[in-house]
């Protein structure tokens, strides 16, 4: 699969040799994201920034990535301050932007912007977020901390915690980690069950998926800890809401009994789930993959826009 | 008349030699804009985007302008982030970020605002447009979308519709095609006609300017039909507007007699005024027309700050 | 004292010889800042604007610095738009946006921000301001101008105008003129005179300071008058408040006795305490002192990251 040119709306649009391709771009580039070297490849390439919703940390990666690549950004961070506010269709303000650009990064409130953008523009579109449909440099940066973290990205036993019926972006994690043949263990109050359909779409694949009520138990061999953000907004019942937060706290206590090579993983920001006390253990590895945010996204824009992979 | 160095505050600064000179130099930027090649006019230089007014596309297309000559921008996009909160005067203001740039381009809702910063600052000021008084620089990219659809500027047929007499930026572009001696039709509701002393101000140019009420027969050797934004707050009654709004939306039906060549230009952001039924057919120049906005500013920027006309 | 690599929280942080480094090579970048010479001593480098409150003249000085020596900027200006909205502690978006960049300047309310995010970051940390606590690199830039101005920046005589007591980055100021010898005449309403614990913290330095209760006593035989902004929002009493504003307006008529010499600073923006008919005399040095905000900024940055000083 060459990516050269092509758009990136869902995780699923890659197969397994374009993911392994453009992590190991990643690697490569971890210095030059660290300021250690500078780059040209995009040199003279203007990439727009259309943000609709705030999301600080995925553009500021997304900006740094460009800018260590020699790129330049066109930036759309203010919602407010666009002719949507003039009522303006959404298709209008994306063929606009599009127009002026080499390539469209997008965050968008609702499911299927993307899609639209890719569908509307002749240049690549890659989907930051869109709702809770799809983001997809959020699984490559998790799959790029996983692999640094455990030297390869096969045959791992991740447990993934938290809400996994809502948080749709970690459906696309789980189907990531399917393609490469992991064991998943789930834990999640029981009203926060994966659902089925998800299951379904990666029953074909290589890995292996249980559930485990007990968080200790599931930690006992663990490789991974994937904590996910609980998104207060989802929950219908504010009192459900406060007690799966509270159980659900990960503290230097709930990693006494796992192996002293579990890394403990959160796409951030993190309210409650995991105390700061875990933040000088080794086991944290939360802002190491944030970090990884920006070559996991040079390595992605060299790949569309720089004639390589 | 030498651009390097000058202000542009209104259209009316410059002489028709000086506008071929710009639109020459458009047409010769489309590839740069279009991302196909990279230059370096403007390395070094750092341009002021002073946005006091949200203006997403006009912002966007002088920033992508500025970065695809090498130039960097110093951006203020959101006005209620600045010092004018803390009770500044905007001339200190503008003198602080004219100091702090080699040129300053201004979106200010005021009239006169452009005026006043050409007064202050000893660089170079560009008007992004000062309320309902002049956007100089959509006129230059309204006349470069002329020419390249009809290959010349000269004695065309133009039809104007809509609203003719509050939107002055359409003043500017009707003084632009008396210039160059153009055939305008105005088309307007009764209560929306050219005012008089835009009729005086253009009567010494080449132009011929008629008016007509019916859109088909205006249409029916036009090369062009320029649809004006309607903008709801200038109207009074409410009623009325709607009526307007309605009268005006060109759709596929209107242009069934118009000639295959018509091109229909708008500066968007459009709400009614035209149909999306009409962007795949070969009569929608308004796509085109928001991306000549790039390489005209270009064309504009390297005239004024890179040595060039 | 070696920059490289150093952070900057507070002016006490830096030593004379460190200081006058940097003034030496503020002097030498003024061409630059003008926009005379292309500089590419931060070529790759990308510095994160983390503006956590409105500030446009230091960010925009910050941001023309850095592009000003070839250097990319990181900018969060809109701070509603961070994550800090959905719950994230200051401690996580520092250490994110840290990682991105190579170096970080911050602008936050909250006294303290600063070297709180000096010591989670291993980046090095530029204060710009941390609410009424700190603001280095203003003071860089009054002590630039000063020098400008006089030639030399000891054993003048500068009268301090104003409210002494809240706006404590006049304390930063007094510290280094006294740093460097210098006679402080301080004219202030009774309320507002400067703190005992600041004349304590300078009086081991070569400076001297005396009060003066008529400033056209204390202009007589002053090289430089330092006017500082009045802030409505630390007066208890808006009566008391609208009384001190209206009895330190510097007008022509305040001048008058004054040394031909003489020149007005002023940090700005300004709400009245000046007069705009002093703009055009041979006094008035506050916007000149605005501009040099810029090469100061330059010459920090390029101390700090570009391996000099």
Redesign the interface.
């Known amino acids: 699969m060459r990516l050269a040119g092509r758009d990136l709306v869902a995780i699923e649009d890659l197969d397994r040799p374009a993911i392994e391709e453009i992590l190991e771009a990643a690697r490569a580039l971890v210095p030059a994201a660290e300021?250690g070297?500078?780059r040209h490849t995009l040199?003279?390439?203007?990439v727009?920034m259309a943000f609709f919703e705030?999301?600080?940390?995925t553009r500021?990666?997304f900006?740094?990535a460009v800018?260590?690549l020699g790129g330049?950004c066109?930036t759309?961070?203010?919602p407010?301050?666009?002719?949507l506010?003039?009522?303006?269709?959404l298709?209008?303000?994306l063929?606009?932007?599009s127009?002026?650009?080499?390539a469209l990064i997008l965050r968008h409130p609702n499911s299927g912007a993307a899609r639209l953008a890719a569908d509307l523009s002749d240049r690549p579109v890659i989907n930051a977020g869109d709702g809770s449909h799809q983001h997809p440099t959020q699984t490559l940066t998790d799959l790029a901390t996983i692999q640094e973290a455990c030297g390869s990205l096969v045959g791992r036993r991740i447990v993934i915690l938290g809400d996994l019926k809502y948080g749709r972006a970690v459906h696309s994690l789980i189907w990531a980690l399917a393609l490469f043949g992991n064991e998943m263990v789930l834990v999640s109050p029981p009203s926060l069950r994966l659902p089925e359909s998800v299951r379904q779409r990666v029953r074909h694949l290589a890995g292996r998926i249980r559930e485990e009520d007990d968080l200790a138990t599931a930690l006992a061999d663990a490789d991974i800890l994937y904590v996910t953000r609980i998104q207060r907004e989802r929950f219908p019942d504010e009192t459900e809401y406060r007690r799966v937060a509270g159980s659900y706290r990960i503290d230097r206590a709930t990693l006494e009994g796992a192996r002293p090579e579990l890394r403990v993983l959160h796409p951030?920001?993190?309210?409650g789930e995991i105390a700061?006390e875990v933040d000088p253990t080794p086991h944290a590895l939360y802002?190491r993959q944030?970090?990884l945010g920006?070559p996991v996204r040079m390595a992605l824009m060299q790949s569309i826009l720089g004639g390589g992979a």
């Open positions: 300021g070297s500078v040199e003279g390439r203007l727009a705030p999301s600080t940390r500021l990666s900006e740094a800018q260590r330049r066109l759309i961070a203010d407010a301050a666009t002719s506010r003039k009522g303006e269709t298709s209008d303000t063929r606009m932007i127009s002026y650009s080499d951030l920001p993190r309210l700061p802002f944030a970090f920006v």
